[in-house]
């Protein structure tokens, strides 16, 4: 699987920017899909994720983003979407999408995010 994220780029404080994250492989064998992202000096930081189990899909959002991001999955389409509202300058950094099969993480490159304040 490889994995590509888009969407990025230069944004005010309240705006919004959806991030898209497309894959060369299936991603309906993911156990899990996730987006990441790492601030300026800062270590990575999970934002978002989907876990796929018999009894549906769940999606967990870090606190610093509930109820601002959506993360949406498309297995036709073999995307994973993030939908960013209300963003704010701590949002600023590079995002990357992760998959997980098995016991493999799988690593996109990022996409910029800068949030002006």
């Known amino acids: 699987v490889q994995l590509q994220a888009s969407g990025g780029g230069l944004v005010q404080a309240g705006g919004s920017l959806r991030l898209s994250c497309g894959a060369s492989g299936s991603i309906n064998g993911a156990i899990r899909m996730g987006w990441y992202r790492q601030a300026p000096g800062k270590q990575r930081e999970l934002v978002a994720d989907v876990t796929s189990a018999i009894s549906g899909d769940r999606t967990n959002y870090a606190d610093s983003v509930k109820g601002r991001f959506t993360m949406s999955k498309d297995v036709a389409k073999n995307t994973v979407d993030l939908q960013m509202n209300s963003l704010k300058p701590e949002d600023t950094g590079i995002y990357y999408c992760?998959?997980?099969?098995?016991?493999?993480?799988?690593w996109g490159r990022g996409t910029l995010v800068t949030v002006s304040s």
């Open positions: 992760k998959a997980t099969a098995g016991a493999v993480d799988y």
